[in-house]
């Protein structure tokens, strides 16, 4: 049985200017029971409007929601079995956070012997046991986010929608509740549908990926597909940084393809699902090109450029390299501390090295 199904809804919203814009254009989407699914788009690709639909809070214009089975349409927000934890979290100021925490719990008539114990457990289950008698000015951010999640985990929804609750928190803070609400996750049971614009989040938080742009699903995976085996252009240069070369399958030898591009002559790729005369766009990630040949398998392929600007960012040097027409390769180059030979200047001329088994080929759109 399929637990939450959303089948080619469709949203459009009119401006005041009279235009439409189609904030969902056919979105299916399955979810499955016990999952942290990630809807990981850019800003104004209907991420929020998905959620909103799901939780009640909007009606889809066509389509189907349904859970388990059962289709959700016309059953108003505060029946439906989610709970939603908003970006803007705002936890009422005046209440302490155990009655923040209760609140919804209250509002159900919850006896307040239940209320207390059940508060007291959510509490816990965030990190905050001993916080309640606080008020929320008195807390962190970060902490403030998780008595956010324990209101919301109180209720024991079957679905928790979460619009980018992290958003807020530094860097750091982030980090640790992104491992925090994995593990939470992990621990309740409840399926959870977190919406995120942040590629870094959502691959190292879900269990599968949404990749949503222009009111469509992109691609549906786990982050390795995601990443690895991207289904088209706009996932490859949305989810990390990758480096798109368009050409022609010109000779083949069992996998071993022979790409011909207008930046480079002859790139190779492995691949059995392409042939001579396809069109290809091969993509290569940053971390997987290198200034010497390996030493070992399939023979490297090679691409020759000049290097425009190597930019030092810690633990790597990002080369911006001319690859031939204007067109700029990004390599992520691992160097030792204190090797001076390493520095290398813009106008050096290279040769960046790849197995062929490091690239992805899609077909080319339209070809
Ligand atoms: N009530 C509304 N009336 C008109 N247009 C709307 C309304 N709500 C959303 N939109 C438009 O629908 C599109 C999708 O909006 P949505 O809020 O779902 O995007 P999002 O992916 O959540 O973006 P963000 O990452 O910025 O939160 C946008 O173009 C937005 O301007
Ligand atoms: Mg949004």
């Not at 030493?295 to 030092?312: H, K, L």
Request: hydrophobic share 40%.
């Amino acid at each position: 049985m399929s637990f939450l199904k959303i089948t080619s809804a469709h949203k459009a919203y009119r401006t005041p200017e009279g235009g439409l814009i189609r904030a969902l254009d056919d979105v299916s989407l399955n979810v499955r029971n016990n999952e942290f699914l990630t809807l990981l788009g850019p800003s104004g690709c209907g991420k929020t409007t998905l959620l909103k639909c799901i939780a009640g809070f909007e009606d889809i214009d066509a389509g189907e929601i349904t859970l388990e089975e059962q289709s959700l349409k016309g059953v108003p927000a505060h029946r439906r079995p989610f709970n939603t934890v908003f970006q803007n979290y705002a936890l009422f100021p005046h209440l302490s956070i155990s009655d923040n925490v209760g609140y919804g719990l209250d509002v159900a008539g919850v006896r307040k012997r239940e209320r207390n114990q059940r508060v007291d457990e959510a509490l816990e289950l965030v990190g905050l046991g001993g916080f309640g008698a606080r008020e929320p000015k008195q807390l962190s951010g970060g902490q403030q986010q998780r008595v956010a999640l324990a209101r919301s985990l109180v209720l024991k929804p079957r679905v928790l929608l979460l619009d980018e609750p992290l958003s807020a928190l530094d860097r750091k803070m982030r980090e640790t509740m992104q491992i925090e609400l994995k593990n939470l996750q992990h621990s309740v049971g409840i399926t959870f549908v977190f919406v995120t614009h942040d590629q870094e989040e959502a691959l190292a938080m879900s269990d599968r990926i949404a990749v949503v742009a222009h009111g469509k699903v992109q691609q549906l995976a786990a982050p390795a597909e995601i990443y690895d085996e991207p289904a088209n252009e706009f996932v490859a240069n949305f989810v990390g940084t990758s480096n798109i070369f368009s050409g022609k399958v010109v000779a083949q030898d069992g996998r071993l393809l022979t790409i011909e591009t207008a930046n480079q002559r002859q790139l190779l790729a492995a691949s059995h699902r392409f042939t001579t005369g396809d069109r290809v766009d091969l993509v290569l990630r940053p971390e997987h090109m290198r200034l010497s040949p390996g030493s070992n398998g399939v023979p490297d392929s090679c691409i020759e450029g000049t290097v425009e600007a190597s930019v030092f960012v810690g633990s790597e040097m990002h080369l911006h390299v001319n690859v031939g027409k204007g067109r700029t390769a990004i390599v992520h180059h691992r160097h030792n501390r204190g090797d001076e030979n390493e520095r290398i200047e813009p106008g050096t001329e290279l040769k960046l090295y790849y197995s062929p088994n490091a690239v992805h080929l899609i077909a080319a759109a339209g070809g």
